[in-house]
């Protein structure tokens, strides 16, 4: 690898080993950054996959149980029905922190259920329905958000991931190769002075 363009002297030396010193550090700390994200990455996938089984199991309900409404009292009338009913839902921003990072969470707030059309007409075919369905809203708004945090979290690993590898496999040995390199010169250049200072003495004792 090639080693960075510096002139082998003592200040440089000093420069190079400093900064030797803080591509190490950093590599340490991004690496234990790495393997945090990693960790709280596996972790939000694993919330995923339970997420999809309680969403499959909660689909398994609610759609037989608006075919069960449409078996009972026919379409006409369920649609009849859901045109009295009005909900009005709403969404909550949150903010979770997850290995140092702010991530937005939303959540919805479910609505209570309430009578929306005559008693005589109310049967418990449309109650179980609108609960399959505010339960299976939930669940798909939970869904939302822990995979929005999921890709976020997926994009910095990978980003830190790049940071590691461009630290351990580029800045750290090019630096450490200067590093060696400016050593070996001063050595070389102080094995001369030492040598030419012995010549000089000699040569001085030599003529007296």
């Given at each position: ?36 994200l ?46 009295t009913?009005?909900?009005?839902y ?35 075919d ?83």
């Open positions: 690898m090639a080693r960075l363009p510096l002139a082998p002297t003592k200040s440089n030396l000093l420069s190079v080993k400093e900064q030797l010193s803080i591509a190490r550090d950093g590599y340490e700390l991004l690496e234990q950054k790495r393997e945090i990693v960790m709280e990455l596996m972790q939000m996938v694993e919330k995923v996959k339970l997420l999809e089984a309680d969403i499959d199991k909660q689909i398994a309900k609610a759609y037989p149980s608006l075919k069960r409404m449409f078996m009972a009292v026919g379409r006409d009338r369920t649609e009849r029905v859901a045109k009913v009005s909900y009005e709403h969404l909550e921003e949150k903010r979770v922190i997850l290995a140092g990072m702010t991530f937005s969470s939303v959540s919805v707030n479910l609505p209570k259920r309430r009578l929306a059309y005559s008693y005589l007409n109310s049967f418990a449309c109650d179980k329905v609108m609960i399959d369905f505010f339960e299976l809203l939930r669940l798909l708004t939970d869904m939302a958000s822990i995979r929005t945090i999921v890709w976020r979290l997926a994009r910095e690993v990978k980003k830190t991931q790049r940071r590691v590898n461009a630290l351990d496999k580029q800045v750290i040995p090019q630096t450490r190769e200067t590093k060696t390199y400016i050593e070996s010169v001063l050595e070389e250049r102080e094995r001369e002075n030492v040598f030419v200072l012995k010549a000089l003495k000699s040569r001085n004792g030599g003529n007296r």
